[in-house]
């Protein structure tokens, strides 16, 4: 199965989460990393962001 890549204002308007907190979880192991895409532009799998979804209490 082939993985769709979220963009940043996609995280953000399924999450709820701002995108300073989503950077802040990012750095304390909280939420799904970023996967570099192109030079200056990452996104976020859309499996991962299920998954924390799922459980965002046990993610890392």
């Not at 304390?28 to 998954?51: C, L, Q, Y």
Request: aromatic share 10%; no cysteine; hydrophobic share 40%.
């Amino acid at each position: 199965m082939i993985d769709r890549f979220l963009r940043m204002n996609e995280v953000l308007e399924i999450t709820s989460l701002s995108r300073s907190t989503i950077w802040r979880r990012i750095r304390a192991g909280e939420f799904p990393d970023s996967v570099p895409i192109t030079p200056g532009r990452v996104g976020w799998k859309a499996s991962d962001i299920a998954k924390w979804q799922n459980n965002p209490k046990k993610w890392g």
